[in-house]
């Protein structure tokens, strides 16, 4: 079965500081894809930043990145220049399977990041 | 971009009653829709998945009759709590594929659900 882990329940960091948020998986699929998404207070799912298994370069979104080591099945999360907004509930998720089966994501327990000023 | 219109953002019902939340896709065609259910502080667990004009595919230990999801239309799906109880009281949030891109999925604004 597919499983994510997310091992910090909680992140406290300085203004303007990196963070990395740490996210491993386990799945026999050779296909598979990782994202990660912000949820804040409000609940809502805000997409950060996908990879694919195939794909030959870590994802980069702006000030996010994907730190991407398929060997150890870890996709860590990567922040650059921490912001007082990027204080939220961050979790990983996976869609295993490829274009096969449903295609649902699997999500980790979550990190709560808290940015101090 | 893709947008999924969740209705209610928030509901609070007396026990027993039965609540209906709606989702719909604004400016796409949702053929899958994933409902997730979210207890505070915790991750997102998937209730089931539902495809447009065929019978949900509900996660183990979901109970179907009481969670009733239709998807009707390429556009709307709905997930019903019936004759709820306090314990059904958590944050309810859906997801849709919107369209062949492997990383293309669109999530709702999620309902909080209180039942009194």
């Known amino acids: 079965a597919q499983k994510i882990t997310q091992t910090q329940p909680g992140m406290f960091v300085q203004e303007k500081e990196a963070v990395t948020l740490d996210c491993t998986y386990d799945t026999s699929d050779p296909s598979y894809g990782l994202f990660w998404y912000k949820q804040p207070s409000s609940g809502e799912m805000i997409f950060l930043i996908y990879?694919?298994?195939?794909?030959?370069q870590n994802a980069t979104e702006g000030r996010y990145s994907l730190n991407f080591q398929k060997a150890r099945k870890s996709a860590n999360l990567v922040i650059s220049a921490s912001q007082l907004g990027d204080s939220a509930m961050y979790f990983c998720a996976m869609r295993p399977q490829g274009f096969q089966g449903a295609q649902k994501l699997v999500f980790g327990q979550g990190t709560r990041l808290t940015i101090n000023p | 971009g893709a947008v999924v219109s969740q209705h209610p953002s928030w509901v609070i019902c007396k026990s027993g009653t039965s609540v209906k939340i709606e989702c719909r896709s604004l400016?796409?065609?949702?053929?899958?829709m994933f409902w997730y259910r979210q207890f505070p502080k915790q991750s997102l667990m998937l209730m089931a998945t539902s495809n447009e004009g065929s019978k949900a595919t509900y996660e183990q230990g979901v109970e179907k009759d009481k969670f009733l999801i239709n998807h009707a239309s390429l556009t709307l799906s709905t997930l019903t709590v019936t004759s709820a109880h306090p314990e059904d009281s958590s944050f309810y949030i859906c997801s849709a594929r919107n369209g062949p891109s492997l990383r293309g999925y669109t999530f709702g604004s999620g309902t909080r659900l209180t039942v009194v």
């Open positions: 400016d796409f065609q949702a053929t899958t």
């Open positions: 990879q694919g298994s195939y794909d030959q």
